[in-house]
């Protein structure tokens, strides 16, 4: 007698055993692609460049926003706007530094920004060296008086040219050696005077300070003409020459136009910002332009020959390709592969790919675009889908005598009990018995009949 419990056991392991092979074997057969069925690939597709054109009824295309524009044909605005800062013009900067080392006993302009006229003290400066030249001066000039003919008068001349020099060389005014040779008076200190006139624009002293030579003292700059340096982007550079004029305004002057004219294109071309500098000159009355204040310059561009335009929002840059969309004579719109030039404000030029009087897309050309993808996305998952074979239907076939060629594992079990487990064959034929013998192990349990 067999246990029943055993030989449902091995029938139903059997049977998920041929359930399982024969999902394996179909999803192998679904998994295998016939290379002539016609199958897509989204990414290989997706890759092609393709769009179809897009069509969109009137109340559509009023909805998103969609509008048009024709092709032009004319001289293009080339205008190149730049920002810049105001700057002192290195050209009207004086530095005031001794030549005597010394000490200032006066300081007669005290405070950073004030007005200075040229020859106007500065300060007043002790220095023994200065004494010595100076006392110098008055000996040569006296030996000169006493001296006679010849050659004693002519070694005094020497001396008197020589203690000359030495305090011209010393920046000490004429009119101030003229007076020590004619008075025979030495002074103390010497007065500094300003070289030329400006605002102080530096300070760097103060009474009682000990003076070197070389030491910078007062910075001075002429503010009645300054410089404005701007930065170019890369593309307009070759629109900028020397000599241009340009209009420059400033925030703090709403409403108000300056003239300027470039005077200098610097050589180089900044590796982080991609722009180069220009500077421009203009003259500053009443000083109302102050060094540092921001400013926008406009560059009106010499004309150059008609050529086509199109707005800018019209070119849609998708990486190596620039494309816009023309309206056909059904009224879709197509997709155009072009070659844009310079961009100017609002215009760009096209120098290939469209004709004049054809009417373009000019706003939410991105949305069209997209459109246009989606659709040639579609089309060409219909057409993979169409080209895909049917699949095989499974349903007649005869999957009972796998069953032989399955090997099955086998939970392991009491050696004693091998010989009672059949072999996993067919079941067509087998019958149950009508009783079951006790299961040995369980006593107590009522063993169930047939």
Not at 203 to 209: A, L, M, S, T
Request: aromatic share 4%; hydrophobic share 40%.
């Amino acid at each position: 007698m067999k246990n029943w419990k055993q030989i449902a056991l091995s029938t139903g392991v059997v049977t998920a055993a041929v359930v399982v092979v024969s999902l394996q074997l179909r999803d192998g057969e679904a998994a295998q692609v016939d290379p002539e069925a016609g199958g897509h690939d989204h990414a290989a597709m997706g890759a092609s460049g393709e769009q179809n054109p897009v069509t969109l009824r009137p109340e559509d295309a009023r909805r998103i926003g969609v509008t048009f524009a024709n092709v032009e044909y004319r001289v293009l605005d080339r205008t190149v706007e730049a920002l810049g800062t105001v700057a002192y013009d290195e050209t009207r900067l004086t530095t005031v530094n001794p030549k005597i080392e010394g000490w200032v006993e006066d300081l007669y302009v005290d405070f950073t920004g004030a007005p200075v006229r040229a020859g106007q003290p500065l300060m007043s400066v002790y220095s023994p060296k200065l004494v010595s030249a100076q006392e110098e001066l008055v000996l040569a000039a006296r030996l000169l008086q006493d001296a006679r003919e010849g050659r004693a008068a002519d070694n005094a001349r020497g001396l008197v040219e020589s203690a000359r020099r030495r305090l011209a060389y010393w920046d000490v005014p004429a009119d101030e050696i003229r007076r020590i040779e004619e008075t025979g008076e030495v002074t103390k200190t010497l007065t500094l005077r300003s070289p030329a006139s400006g605002l102080v624009v530096e300070k760097n002293v103060v009474e009682g300070d000990r003076i070197m030579p070389g030491m910078n003292v007062y910075r001075i700059a002429d503010l009645s003409r300054v410089w404005v340096e701007a930065d170019v982007f890369e593309k307009d550079l070759g629109l900028v020459r020397v000599g241009q004029t340009a209009g420059v305004s400033f925030e703090t002057y709403p409403g108000e136009r300056f003239g300027a004219r470039i005077t200098y294109v610097y050589p180089t071309v900044s590796m982080e910002s991609r722009t180069g500098r220009i500077r421009l000159e203009l003259p500053n009355p009443g000083l109302r332009l102050k060094p540092g204040m921001y400013a926008q310059i406009t560059l009106q561009t010499p004309a150059a020959d008609p050529t086509l335009v199109v707005p800018r929002s019209a070119v849609l840059s998708t990486g190596p390709r620039s494309l816009v969309f023309v309206q056909a004579a059904d009224g879709s719109l197509v997709p155009r592969e072009v070659e844009p030039g310079r961009t100017f404000g609002r215009d760009v030029e096209v120098l290939e790919g469209l004709s004049v009087g054809e009417r373009v897309v000019s706003s939410a050309a991105f949305l069209v675009d997209a459109e246009s993808n989606l659709g040639a996305l579609t089309a060409g998952m219909g057409e993979a889908a169409g080209a895909a074979p049917e699949a095989e239907d499974h349903s007649a076939h005869d999957m009972s005598d796998m069953a032989d060629t399955v090997p099955v594992p086998m939970a392991p079990m009491d050696p004693a009990m091998a010989d009672t487990v059949p072999a996993p064959t067919g079941h067509e034929g087998h019958v149950m018995p009508d009783t079951v013998p006790e299961a040995s192990g369980h006593d107590g349990h009522a063993s169930p009949t047939s």
